[in-house]
């Protein structure tokens, strides 16, 4: 009986090792099920009924009926969509340097140690981010007004005749500026946190190398701050390429002058909000966000190649 | 829906069966409102009781609907008033998509009458005995709330065109009041020269204001006939206009302000905007929005766009509906008819609604009203003349809730640039046909 015992103990051993397994796996679903649910929520399950919605075309008359790529195609020889993006494109050739520019230079100054009531100024260039996009645009919108507005207080007070801000020949730069005002705090605050982590004794050795602050910013700082411009750069690219609230809150103070096609964003809100045009909508929201992805990616590929 | 002729039938019976299967308007609900509900069947609903919900923007409707529930006391009526122009017109797209949350009564401008009407979202009221009420009402309105033989709601109010002027300013320059656009124009640079601060009316473009003037010039831009559109914006009517606004844009005599701003109440007020063309329903507007010209201003006939013409045309206005979704129908008829029909209206005369029956436009007491901010004018009198002058086969399009938004960006163009009007008007109208063809309609141009 004894020496039958271990056989017969052992045969059932064989078993309980899937046994164990198939709950081991089903521990790990406890732990990571929570994160997927979420995630499948609110990340995947949008962006799927997203594109199952641009897979349709819901008409007034002829109700809604399935299209397959219809909508692609439409979208990509959609000429208010390109001009809108050609906006976008502009402004962030011209927008993003600058700002970005301004506020490297804003952080390298605070950073320099020679300015005078330092902790001051980081917070008033930031406070403009503390304010609501909303509540900047009409505080802005206000400014540009030529009627009752700041600009129409200088012409009367002045005799000047300045050039109208809202007009359509100026009304991108002006939301430019409103934008530049909003996130060169933001931006400027990214680069000098990382500025104050450069190891002091990489200054020290510039220092006993003769190395004046030009050559420490060239050879030390900008070098060492690379992954934070980076990153700066991509959140911007992303935020041009998603301008909404600035045009869409001025448009009432020039709605001739921004059309509801404006950005790809406001085209894909009015499509959808005063066209009820959702799943055309939708599939340039798809389009827009590829775009997107794909010109960080590339900006991103570059970025790190010149790191290399 | 039973009386539908054939040809709209076949032309959407198709919305009905697919929208069933998807979004669209719940065409399910449909039959309830085609049976022949008799007086008796309203009136028993009325003694049973009840509650019904309202979605209306209009401020007379308040003590209609105190009134209302005290002459039934089981009928409790639920006025929800925050709502009112797009936001209003969302929300009610949004309930008649869903099949939830639907009003039993609400309220539509004419101009989107068309496009509620067309996707079934209305019930047609003829079988609750409103076909019968055609000979209370002034002809133009009627004509908005109807579709051959149905009727998709009373109306509330109208907007027959007005011109408000401001005699101050008239006075000071000694300009006379145009009764003519070729005259006007000539007030216009008049005006200007003489103060050039002060411009004879303000303008930025506005799809209602440039529609109900192409309605008064004679130009019928829109052809509806069920699913078939026709849109041409190229007629003699629509050149009268542009002429004569061509010139006015040219000549920069246009405030470059936008109604409804505060730019424009202070505009209207300091007499830097001399002259406002707009619908009956204003001088209300006028009392609380520019309480500080009280006096100045004045109203008068609609300028014609030729000597001794008397057209004249329709600048906004609503309708009292009951959407297809509706839950108490006949409560719901019950207060429509009460408050645009019955002892409603000369209570909301009274608070200074501008009535769309004919009996209140004629009756002497609405004449000989003496409006106290036009100084004791008698400015009912030139509205009812208006009223009965409307020139009639105006139709607004199916979609027009959404050409209105687009016509910034294609008319709006001639107010900032070298783009002439009428090409902004055809811009306007590509727009509109490429809208009308991806939703499905037949659009000629």
Redesign the interface.
Known sequence: MTTLHPPAAAEPRPAPPPARRDRRSWKGWGFIGPFVAVFALVFLAPIAYSIYLSLF?????????FVGLDNYQQALKDDLFWASLGRVALFLVVQVPIMLGIALLVALALDSGRLYGKSFFRITIFLPYAVPAVVATLMWGFMY?T??GLVGDFNSAFGWSLPDPL??DLVLASIGNIVTWEFVGYNMLIFYSALRVVPHSLYEAAEIDGAGQWRVITAIKLPAIRGALMIATIFSIIGSFQLFNEPSILR??A???I???YTPNFYTY?LS?????HN?SATVAIIMGLITMVVAYLVQLRGMRKGA | MRRRTGRLLSGIALVTSVALGATACGGSDDDSGTKAVSAADVEAALDKGGSITVWSWEPTLKTVAADFHKKYPKVKVNLVSERSGDKHYTALSNAISAGKGVPDVAQLEYFSMGQYALTKGLTDLSGFGAGKLAAKYTPGPWNAVTEGDKVYGLPMDSGPMALFYNKKVFDKYKITVPTTWDEYLDAARKLHKADPKAYIANDTGDAGFTTSLLWQAGSRPYKVDGTKVKIDFQDAGAKKFTDVWQKLIDEKLLAPVTSWTDDWYKGLGDGSIATLSTGAWMPANFESGVPNASGQWRAAALPAWAEGDKASAENGGSALTVPALAKNKELAYAFVEYANSGAGVASRVSEGAFPATKAELKSTEFLNKKFSYFDGQKANEIFAASAANVADDWSYLPFQAYANSIFNDTVGKAYISGTRLPDGLKAWQDASVKYGKEQGFTVEQ
């Not at chain 1, 909000?273 to 045009?277: D, E, I, K």
């Open positions: 075309r819901d008409q007034l008359i002829g109700g809604n009926t007004g009627k009752y007009s359509a009432p103070l709605r001739n002058a059309t509801t096609d009015s909000f005063s066209g009820q045009q055309y």
